[in-house]
């Protein structure tokens, strides 16, 4: 076993040797020293190597010799490095953290980059690996922090590290800047401790982020493999469906010369999606673009700034609203499904939208009796479109859209075709129901509201159009 003496050396030749004494007397092994005297003259940090006897026989014996105060500091020293802002006071907030975690500084050393930043490395005497690992949270909110050396035999401190250094590996596989790196670092422990209620193990939570940021970024550029779809509807509208490997469907809808758009996609796909939809749409880039989102969750609303109108329930207007402002948008003020929703923004590259062309069809904020209920009808290019919203099973704002002419019933992620998931698609869609515990708000819920879709539809083919997976000819 390992165990860090806190000494107070005495101020004389030999001190140093007459510590060594005592623990080579007893048989152990020193494994590491910190002394800074520009720091404080008398501390030093031994660390020492041996069996609980031995560590027990030369805290006697240091005792003894005047080396160890009354009541003898057991812990051991972790070394940090932090990255500072080069301007003055940036250390000012990482002393004051130290301080109020009433941490002593066995070392401290500083390093000046000649650009933005600078590097202090510090040595941290730990009693407590659960203080450091709490330390070690609300330090990576105020910088980035890494850890150079650590006792490995501390779970805790080994957890903290790992999710840190995992944090920084991530970070750069999605080119994140040092605020988000620092919110996924937040995110992440959040989920680790939500899970870690359900026993599920800490590893695992970074397992299934490490997927979603690979799973990402593995399928940019050439290897984006979407499956596209064309279909009919019974009076002459043409549906194309466009399943990215990751995130909702998109879905266009062609009625006399003119183009509707359903959702959008992930923002970090923009490049792939435009260049898919150039390909598709005639005169993509000269056409006045209008959608409708079918709920306001990241993976439909990523790229809403490629349309020139959008419309939506008064539930989703107001839930992108409160993000236009910075605020937890509806999906967000789940305390369970947060720490998801602000990593899946981060990894995708999410940015707030503006709102300005984004109209209201029909809904309110406040809540209703049906399970499906009538809110407006949308209108466009000779297309009919009724407006169902949902109570709220999947998320606030969810709605249906049904233009009964055609038999199309555009149901976003109340209704899916799970079955006919890509296997990119299918890979990806493993991921949000372990972090978020459940992508519904309410999966009970959830469940009445198919089962109210299916009694509304009736018994008639219908084109299901879905927010994943392949469109369905079903019979309901």
């Not at 500084?105 to 659960?130: A, C, N, P, R």
């Not at 990402?216 to 399943?243: C, P």
């Not at 995708?348 to 309110?364: E, K, L, M, N, W």
């Amino acid at each position: 076993m390992k165990q860090t003496f806190t000494t107070t050396m005495p101020d004389r030749v030999g001190a140093f040797l007459g510590a060594s004494k005592c623990i080579s007397n007893m048989g152990a092994n020193i494994t590491r020293v910190s002394y800074n005297k520009a720091i404080d003259m008398h501390m030093l940090f031994i660390e020492v190597d041996g069996t609980a006897e031995q560590i027990a026989g030369i805290a006697t014996l240091l005792k003894a010799q005047g080396y160890l105060p009354e009541n003898p500091q057991q812990g051991s020293v972790m070394m940090l490095e932090f990255r500072l802002r080069d301007q003055s006071g940036a250390l000012l907030p990482v002393l004051e953290l130290i301080d109020q975690f009433h941490f002593n500084i066995s070392y401290i050393s500083s390093q000046e980059t000649g650009g933005k930043h600078q590097y202090f490395k510090m040595g941290l005497f730990v009693e407590d690996s659960e203080a450091i690992s709490c330390f070690m949270r609300e330090v990576s909110q105020l910088c980035r922090v890494k850890v150079v050396a650590y006792d490995k035999s501390e779970k805790n401190l080994d957890n903290t590290v790992f999710y840190l250094n995992f944090a920084h590996e991530v970070a750069k596989k999605a080119s994140l800047c040092e605020n988000d790196e620092q919110q996924l670092i937040v995110n992440a422990n959040l989920v680790m401790q939500l899970l870690d209620e359900r026993n599920n193990p800490p590893y695992k939570t970074f397992e299934y982020i490490g997927r979603f940021a690979e799973h990402l970024y593995e399928h940019k550029d050439q290897a984006f493999d979407a499956r596209i779809s064309e279909h009919m509807g019974k009076n002459g509208a043409k549906i194309t469906v466009i399943e990215p490997p990751a995130g909702c469907n998109l879905i266009i809808v062609e009625k006399n010369d003119q183009v509707l758009f359903v959702d959008s996609g992930f923002a970090c796909y923009r490049d792939e999606i435009l260049g898919i939809l150039g390909k598709l749409v005639t005169d993509f880039d000269q056409k006045t673009k209008t959608a409708i989102i079918t709920h306001a969750d990241v993976d439909h609303c990523g790229l809403l700034d490629l349309y020139d109108e959008v419309y939506m329930s008064e539930k989703c207007y107001q839930s992108l609203l409160l993000e236009s402002k910075h605020l937890r948008d509806y999906r967000q003020q789940n305390p369970i499904h947060a720490p998801y929703v602000v990593i899946s923004k981060l990894l995708s590259a999410y940015r707030p939208p503006t709102v300005d062309q984004f109209h209201v069809v029909g809904g309110s904020v406040d809540g209703q009796t049906e399970l499906l209920e009538y809110i407006g009808l949308f209108e466009f290019a000779g297309l009919h479109f009724d407006m169902y919203e949902g109570c709220g099973g999947h998320v606030a704002g969810e709605t249906i859209w049904i233009e009964w002419n055609e038999r199309i019933a555009i149901t976003g992620d109340l209704f899916l075709n799970i079955k006919g998931f890509t296997k990119s698609q299918a890979v990806f869609n493993q991921i949000a129901p372990f972090l978020m515990t459940s992508v519904d708000t309410d999966s009970k819920l959830a469940a009445r509201e198919r089962e109210a879709l299916s009694q509304l539809l009736g018994e008639d083919e219908w084109l299901i159009l879905g927010g994943h997976g392949a469109a369905m000819k079903k019979t309901m």
